[in-house]
């Protein structure tokens, strides 16, 4: 009885962060799914110039977005995807020659049509971010949002690109944000520095990203 109490204790504080028996996030990270997903880009000869081709993990988010529609795209690209239907996640990121310019690279695998079910969720969110702002008191970090002029092969599947230009840190700073799908892969990519990202350069980017993660089998 004490076993069986023990374990249903147990299956409720889990149920508080992902619910009892699901899988967990660190779980989604070490799937072979994930597993190929990182080594495909360890190390990304075809990265445009400018860039390393050796990938550091994860993205440090410049700040946490205040508003939860914009916290909700900046999680994708640090690596903290929706998690409902997440079988496999994985991130990359490549330090660029500008001041401060770092490109990140963030996929969450998903059945296809909870695939297609997050794009939809995403595209919302981004309706609803116009202004990033920091949720830290007293913090004068904002970025203003507009449309990002991509070609429309990059945001097949029902892709956003957006434009992010403010001050960070007392600092000019802009991003570059897409966010596409490729089956059942929701491709999540940030360009960002405070020199100023090029769009083509963006761009180049998330078609390479598209088509390394079409040759998986995923």
């Known amino acids: ?74 999680n994708l690209i640090s690596g903290h995807p929706v998690r409902k239907g997440l079988t496999a996640t994985a991130t990359a990121t490549y330090l660029g020659e500008g001041v401060g310019q770092t490109a990140a690279v ?30 830290t008191a007293g913090e004068v970090n904002r970025l203003t949002v507009a449309p990002l002029a991509v070609s429309e092969e990059v945001l097949a599947g029902g892709g956003i690109a957006r434009r992010l230009v403010g001050r960070v840190g007392g600092y000019p700073y802009e991003m570059h944000l897409i966010v596409a799908r490729e089956g059942s892969a929701v491709i999540g990519l940030v360009n960002a520095g405070m020199s100023g990202p090029d769009a083509r350069t963006t761009e180049e980017l998330a078609e390479l990203v598209s088509r390394k993660v079409a040759t998986l089998d995923l």
């Open 1 to 74: 009885m004490r076993v069986a109490r023990l374990t249903v204790a147990c299956c409720l504080l889990a149920a508080a962060v992902a619910g009892c028996g699901s899988g967990s996030v660190g779980d989604a990270r070490t799937t072979p799914q994930a597993l190929e997903l990182k080594a495909l880009f360890a190390d990304l000869a075809e990265i445009p110039r400018g860039f390393a081709t050796r990938s550091r993990s994860g993205w440090e988010e410049p700040f946490k977005p205040v508003v939860r529609e914009c916290r909700r795209l900046f």
């Open 106 to 135: 963030s996929l969450a695998v998903y059945g296809s049509r909870q695939a297609a079910a997050q794009m939809d969720e995403l595209a919302k969110a981004s309706r609803k971010c116009t202004t990033v702002r920091d949720q």
